[in-house]
């Protein structure tokens, strides 16, 4: 099992932006790529953006295209996601997980372990 831990979440208002990080515990992430899920209240978990472990591939849920950036710092072992431009419909538990992400993937990625972190809970509002 590769452990994760997801933080930065928090309050912010329409319009804002947040970084999340999901950190590697115990292992490397060098060759692992990693996708960023979420579920609101009520509504199943979905993929939001996931990066191969090069860094070279990138794939977004049409509905953050544009205002969210994944990113990886494989010397602090960590996957960011950059989140500006919030709405309220952002608002869930965002989760990150290791993943296949290709061209062909997109978004359809799944977690590739059999269980999920605590995650980290972003609100969005005014």
């Known amino acids: 099992q590769l452990q994760l831990v997801e933080s930065g979440g928090g309050l912010v208002q329409p319009g804002g932006s947040l970084r999340v990080s999901c950190a590697a515990s115990?292992?490397?992430?060098?060759?692992?790529?990693i996708g960023w899920f979420r579920q609101a209240p009520g509504k199943e978990r979905e993929g939001v953006s996931c990066?191969?472990?090069?860094?070279?591939?990138?794939n977004y849920a049409d509905s953050v295209k544009g205002r969210f950036t994944i990113s990886r710092d494989n010397a602090k072992n960590t996957v960011y996601l950059q989140m500006n431009s919030l709405r309220p419909e952002d608002t869930a538990i965002y989760y990150c997980a290791p993943v296949i992400c290709t061209v062909v993937t997109g978004t359809r990625f799944q977690n590739l372990n059999n269980y999920w972190g605590q995650g980290t809970q972003v609100t969005v509002s005014s």
């Open positions: 115990g292992f490397t992430l060098d060759y692992h790529a």
């Open positions: 990066i191969n472990s090069s860094g070279g591939t990138t």
